[in-house]
């Protein structure tokens, strides 16, 4: 199985940049999909990028789309989530997720079968 750590999170104003991180161990990093989600209090858990195990094929949510840039580096078994122009509502706990199918490129939670602990991202207005 995968064991995923998430790493980059943190405070930042409205209008700046983070980039997280996703280390993966445990399993042979061209033999996972990866997907990147958000909750924040009171709300569900929203997929905003995923990335199938070649990086050939990604999704984004609308409503981080030309802001956000998912991306993989499978030497280094480690997926990325670049947030550019970041606002108040991307506050949340972001999660790293792996797909045992490698080949797939899913928004479903229930389709995802490890998790990382998750790091909270603070936008201030």
């Known amino acids: 199985q995968v064991q995923l750590v998430e790493s980059g999170g943190g405070l930042v104003q409205a209008g700046g940049s983070l980039r997280l991180s996703c280390a993966a161990s445990?399993?042979?990093?061209?033999?996972?999909?990866m997907g990147w989600f958000r909750q924040a209090p009171g709300k569900g858990r929203e997929c905003v990028a995923a990335?199938?195990?070649?990086?050939?094929?990604?999704y984004y949510a609308d409503s981080v789309k030309g802001r956000f840039t998912i991306s993989r580096d499978n030497a280094r078994n480690t997926v990325y989530l670049q947030m550019n122009s970041l606002k108040s509502e991307d506050t949340a706990v972001y999660y790293c997720?792996?797909?045992?199918?490698?080949?797939?490129?899913?928004?479903?939670?229930?389709?995802?079968?490890?998790w990382g602990q998750g790091t909270q991202v603070t936008v201030s207005s």
């Open positions: 990335i199938n195990w070649s990086g050939s094929n990604i």
């Open positions: 997720a792996a797909d045992n199918t490698p080949w797939a490129v899913s928004k479903w939670e229930a389709e995802y079968d490890y």
């Open positions: 445990g399993r042979t990093a061209s033999s996972y999909a």
